[in-house]
């Protein structure tokens, strides 16, 4: 894969995105995550497929596959080592893509889409693709759980400029798409004494 549009596209499939994967296999990230989605899944209903996208290994959909478990599952994922850990954890019954975000054709609509510490990562010029990328997979609701803030804002990110963007997510999509009505919203605070998270706040929407 060498095509990239974007230099986001290329950190996150080059070396850095390989030390990612190696700092997130870990069971507390996990057990984490199963507390983290049970919130969200409780204001949903008759969730029977998922896609992520941006799914990296995949313990985002493992956890979801312990409170779901006959869900369907697929996963939209670019860096190769991420892919090899992904395709394991997700087993045969699950359908990786192996691309980039804005390579991804929708082939059918799933009832529960997300993103979690993906948007932030994306390049803001090409986010109106990704959302409509989001809306048109979906059937029924989307979820993204990222870093907010009321303003876009640029963080440096462990060293590098130009790879961490925080912003309303959500209410851009509630603005860009009348039928998308905001279901329930919450935050997840890294001194949590059980289930920590990476301070990420997530907002549950819903098609009309």
């Known amino acids: 894969m060498e095509d990239f549009k974007t230099p986001q596209e290329k950190f996150w499939h080059g070396e850095f995105g390989n030390l990612y994967v190696d700092r997130n296999k870990d069971a507390q990230l996990l057990a984490g995550n199963v507390h983290f989605f049970s919130k969200i899944l409780s204001a949903t209903s008759d969730v029977k497929n ?29 860096n190769d080592k991420a892919v090899k850990s992904l395709e394991n954890n997700l087993g045969e019954s699950g359908k ?30 090409f986010l109106p693709k990704v959302y409509e990328l989001l ?30 963007f925080k912003r309303d997510f959500a209410g851009e999509m509630l603005e860009k798409y009348p039928d998308l ?23 549950l929407l819903e098609k009309k």
């Open 50 to 78: 998922v896609i992520e996208f941006g799914a990296n290994i995949g313990l985002n959909l493992v956890a979801i596959k312990s409170l779901l478990p006959n869900v369907e599952l697929s996963a939209i994922e670019i």
């Open 96 to 125: 990786v893509y192996h691309q980039s975000i804005f390579d991804f054709v929708v082939d059918f609509q799933r009832d529960f889409v997300f993103t979690k510490g993906v948007l932030i990562h994306i390049n803001p010029d």
């Open 135 to 164: 809306y048109q997979t979906s059937r029924k609701y989307v979820c993204v759980a990222e870093y907010y803030n009321p303003r876009p804002v640029e963080i440096e990110y462990r060293g590098n400029k130009g790879f961490l």
């Open 181 to 203: 009505k905001l279901v329930d919203y919450g935050f997840a605070y890294h001194r949590d004494k059980n289930f920590p998270q990476d301070d990420i706040t997530w907002f």
